[in-house]
């Protein structure tokens, strides 16, 4: 990518998909989602004018949601699940 047109967006936060508990790894799977988004549409704009599309239809609310999910799963994958 073009570091002038898409500055570089950092992916993982603190480069790390550890956290303390189930709600901190929630949080991190939401912060994610909306990263990849930031990354395939760079143009604030643009995704400020897809809110109006997307937060009016409920299959692209379910898609945000599973995006979401999968992303949960990873994070607690990598948390041994939160298990000591």
Not at 4 to 19: C, D, F, K, R
Not at 39 to 51: A, F, I, S
């Amino acid at each position: 990518m073009n570091a002038v047109t898409h500055p570089e967006i950092t992916l993982v936060p603190n480069n790390s998909l550890l956290t303390a508990t189930p709600e901190e790894g929630r949080q991190l799977a939401v912060k994610m989602a909306r990263l990849i988004v930031k990354l395939t549409q760079p143009d604030e704009e643009k995704r400020n004018q897809l809110r109006d599309v997307y937060g009016n239809d409920a299959m692209m609310l379910i898609a945000v949601g599973q995006t979401v999910a999968t992303e949960f799963a990873t994070i607690a994958a990598a948390n041994n699940y939160w298990r000591k």
